[in-house]
């Protein structure tokens, strides 16, 4: 992994998506990657599923 610089810190991809990162807002991990975004919240695809099914 690399670094990133926030408000003028360098944090490591660890800690960068540990305090900045997206949650799912089904399964609560962080979400890279390929995501969903329905009605303002953020999911992972496999997580995205019809309530009914």
Not at 7 to 15: F, H, K, Q, S
Not at 16 to 41: M, P, S
């Amino acid at each position: 992994g690399g670094f990133f610089m926030k408000n003028g810190e360098y944090l490591c991809t660890l800690d960068y998506q540990r305090i900045h990162g997206t949650r799912c807002n089904i399964c609560g991990d962080f979400v890279e990657g390929e995501v969903v975004t329905a009605l303002g919240k953020t999911y992972h695809p496999a997580c995205f599923v019809c309530t009914i099914c």
